[in-house]
């Protein structure tokens, strides 16, 4: 395919097959080049044209027959995460001038090589989900959490984090924050973040994270530098302050690492929804890039589960389902809120880029 050609095709997520295969890299290379992300879309777009050619090996064998829903499970950015790790690792030199922009002629014969070459090292890439934990996305619980207090709920608030990953969203109290121009956090933080606001500021507001806890199927150890280094393949290598970021997370988990429990989403929620409420404290669930690595089953439960306790919930004590996730029709992710008893449909509350360097503010 042509890289300026791709284009977003909305389909079922849980489609299959080789036309499934195609749509999800084409997919891929449209979202990643709309999101400033040009070397990932040309490694995306390099793999989708292998689909069609006999190169690549076992491991492109594997992609072309792909058994389970390749747009839900995220199958390009698994792969495109595995080549990332072989170009940062330096054990492929051959990839540098395609992670260096330089856009070579012969990229699809680089990439195709090194996937004959390295099967060994790739092929485990594509047995789990990506992991892509950013603390850039971390303005939209804070954001959310100043908007609630706003509407009269409690500004103590407990976090429960769906798909923590390495639970660098969990640690945004040790973040600073400029939202529009309020700030939010410790004056000294290392992780500051400020992303480029549009429209009005969020409220102004006084708020507390009394604490956080998050699960993940396989959660990541940030104090173990293998762990650390997997997931910083998965960060798109053009967008650079990523990687300082990543570093600040690391020092962070490494002073105090946050509470993260291996366990699907439902069965957290659940366990989280069995609790006493905590008068005078906002409970929240919340999410960013998740959503869409949950089957529709589980995310049905997990919905019932929320409304439910929602209904039970009190003005002293409210409940609030906070969701940052991507808007497949436009390529941004949105900020979502509902909360309870006050506001149980959802609120829109901004428009974004994926790893929060700007935001449009509506709430």
């Known amino acids: 395919m042509a890289l300026e050609a791709a284009r977003y095709e909305v389909i079922d997520a849980q489609a299959r097959g080789p036309e499934a295969v195609r749509t999800a890299f084409e997919n891929q290379v449209a979202y990643c080049r709309d999101n400033g992300a040009p070397i990932t879309a040309l490694v995306c777009d390099t793999l989708g044209g292998l689909l069609a050619s006999d190169r ?8 072309r027959a792909w058994d389970g829903a390749p747009l839900a499970d995220a199958l390009p950015l ?31 014969d680089r990439v195709a090589s090194a996937l004959e070459i390295f099967d060994e090292e790739l092929l485990p890439w594509l047995d ?18 100043l908007w609630l207090a706003k509407q009269g709920c409690p500004p103590d608030f407990v976090l429960h984090e769906l798909g923590s990953s390495a639970g ?3 640690m945004m109290d040790r973040y600073r924050f400029d939202l529009g121009g309020v ?49 910083r393949a998965y960060i798109w290598p053009e ?16 002073a105090d690492p946050p509470r993260i429990t291996r366990q699907n ?18 409970q929240v669930i919340m999410h960013s890039v998740v959503w869409q690595y949950i089957a529709r089953p589980e995310r049905g439960g ?26 497949r029709d436009t390529h941004r992710h949105e900020l979502t809120v509902r909360w309870w008893p006050g506001g149980p449909e959802p609120i829109r509350l901004a428009t974004a880029h994926p790893h929060g360097a700007w935001v449009e503010w509506a709430g």
């Not at 989900?129 to 619980?141: I, K, L, V, Y």
């Not at 500051?192 to 009005?200: E, H, K, N, S, V």
């Not at 439902?266 to 008068?279: K, M, N, S, W």
């Open 302 to 327: 997990i919905t019932a589960a929320i409304e439910t306790s929602g209904a039970a919930a009190k003005l002293d004590s409210p409940l609030a389902w906070v969701m940052l996730e991507a808007n």
């Open 265 to 282: 989403a439902g069965d957290f929620v659940a366990d989280v929804l069995a609790r006493d409420p905590e008068p005078g404290v906002t």
């Open 128 to 145: 789990g989900p990506p992991q892509t934990n950013e603390a850039g996305r971390s303005w939209g619980f804070a954001a959310a959490m």
């Open 168 to 170: 660098i969203n969990l």
């Open 56 to 63: 690549g090996g076992v491991v492109m064998a594997r992609i």
């Open 78 to 108: 698994r792969i495109a995460g595995g080549i990332h790790a072989l170009k940062l690792s330096g054990a492929a030199p051959a990839l540098a001038p395609i992670y260096d922009g330089a856009n070579p002629r012969d990229a699809a």
């Open 183 to 231: 700030m939010l956090g410790p004056d000294g933080a290392a992780m500051r973040l400020t992303p480029a606001w549009r429209g009005a500021p969020p409220p102004n507001r006084q708020v507390r994270i009394v604490s956080a806890e998050g699960c993940d199927v396989a959660p990541v150890d940030l104090t173990d530098p293998a762990q650390a280094m997997r997931l």
């Open 239 to 254: 967008l650079t302050e990523r990687f300082v970021r990543m570093d600040a997370a690391v020092e962070a988990a490494q």
